[in-house]
Structures are given as structure tokens and as C-alpha cells.
């Protein structure tokens, strides 16, 4: 089976600009959540999807968003960029629905916001 | 609150060598533990994983062990190799039970 996917990899933005990153997970897996990594936050929870609805989610503001679709494929959206949401960020997927459970992680999106 | 932290953020050892990497947790009723193992440049990768009423699992040269007296977590890594140099994690369920909370990651260098 194909891992979990991450588009784009990288991605440049200025402050203030919006965007969006997408995910594929695993075929079969129906939930997808996503974490934001910092070296000095390390891993944070941001939210977690599944059959297109927004299940959990985590202590970030408003700007930060996201939906699934019908296919399990999701994205995120950051409105209003600010220099502290550089960061990496990951999309991982499990089989069994459950957010505190093994998560198969894609290899994230690298967003650097100048 | 909830948290989950490591001792250590760096830990070096050599080829050949077991290596014990430690994690304290908070949260005396989460009820999941799971590791990750996370190289440069690519997303984590599950190592192992165990419930709360387990003390000990044991997988392909790694062990984690669970004490839950002192809420502590730690994985054994039995004859570490290089491609054993990576960032590790611990993480738990948090109290919902709905996501996993990581603690800060430990730098593993293996030198041969």
C-alpha cells in the first residue's frame, strides 16, 4: 500500500498571505490528523477528520482549518500567516478511527513564512 | 495539564551499544504509550506501542517498558546501529483519548 502523502513539500509564504495544504492517506483509513512540529513546541495537536467531519481538535486559533472529503483526502488552510506558523506539518492516517491510536505519518509539508 | 516530557534531549552512543531512552509523563490515567522514530527530513515512524496494563513489550530489538508508579516510559534499543540515529518520541493518549500528545523528542547518534 502507498504511505500517507503530503503536497506540496515545501512551501514559501510572506505574512498575511493563505494557504493550503493537502493529504492523501493510506487507502482505507478514513481518519486523518494533522500536527504542526516546531523545535521549540515539538509536536502539536492541530485537529483530526473523519468521514469529512472535524471529530477533535486542538489549541490553535481560528486561522488554522481544515476539511476531508468524501475520498478521505484532506487539507488544511492557514489564513493570515504570521512568522510563528513556520513549521512543519504532518498529516498521518490510522485504520482504526481512534486519534489516540498508532498514526501512519506522511512526511509533512515544510512551510517557511518570511 | 497534560504533558509528556524526556530527560534527555540528546543521547550518544557507540555501534554495538544498548540504548535506553527515558519519558516522564503526566497524566497518571492515559492509558495508551506509543514511540516514534523520526529521521531527517521525513515524518515519524511508529517503533512500538504499549497499553496500560502491560509493563513490558518487546519488538524486533526494541523493548519499551511501563511504570506506572512513577509514571515513566522508556525504550530499549538492543545492539544500536547507525540507522538507528534519528529523533525519538514518546507520546500518550490524551484524556479524551482522542489524539496523541508527543513530548519533545530525544536526539539518538550512534557512532561506529
Known amino acids: 500500500k502507498a504511505g500517507v502523502t503530503q503536497t506540496p513539500r515545501y512551501l514559501i509564504k510572506t505574512r498575511g498571505q493563505q494557504v493550503t495544504l493537502s493529504c492523501s492517506p493510506i487507502?482505507?483509513?478514513?481518519?486523518v490528523s494533522w500536527y504542526q512540529q516546531t523545535p521549540g513546541q515539538g509536536l502539536q495537536f492541530l485537529f483530526e477528520?473523519?468521514?469529512?467531519?472535524?471529530?477533535n481538535k486542538g489549541n490553535f486559533p481560528g486561522r488554522f482549518s481544515g476539511r476531508q472529503f468524501s475520498n478521505s483526502r484532506s487539507e488544511m488552510n492557514v489564513s493570515t500567516l504570521e512568522l510563528g506558523d513556520s513549521a512543519l506539518y504532518l498529516c498521518a492516517s490510522n485504520p482504526s478511527g481512534q486519534g489516540a491510536s498508532e498514526q501512519f505519518f506522511g512526511p509533512g509539508t515544510r512551510l517557511t513564512v518570511l | 495539564g497534560e504533558s509528556v516530557g524526556l530527560h534527555l534531549p540528546t543521547l550518544s552512543v557507540q555501534e554495538g551499544d544498548n540504548s535506553i531512552i527515558n519519558c516522564a509523563y503526566s497524566?497518571?490515567?492515559?492509558?495508551?504509550f506509543i514511540w516514534y522514530k523520526q529521521e531527517s527530513g521525513k515524518g515519524p515512524q511508529f517503533i512500538i506501542d504499549?497499553?496500560?496494563?502491560?509493563d513490558k513489550r518487546q519488538g524486533q530489538r526494541v523493548t519499551v517498558l511501563l511504570n506506572k508508579t512513577v509514571k515513566h516510559l522508556s525504550l530499549q534499543i538492543a545492539a544500536t546501529q547507525p540507522g538507528d540515529s534519528a529523533v525519538y518520541f514518546c507520546a500518550e493518549a490524551n484524556q479524551a483519548g482522542t489524539a496523541l500528545i508527543f513530548g519533545k523528542g530525544t536526539t539518538l547518534s550512534v557512532s561506529s
Open positions: 477528520y473523519f468521514s469529512e467531519t472535524q471529530r
Open positions: 504499549i497499553r496500560s496494563n502491560m
Open positions: 487507502s482505507g483509513h478514513r481518519s
Open positions: 497524566n497518571s490515567a492515559s492509558d495508551y
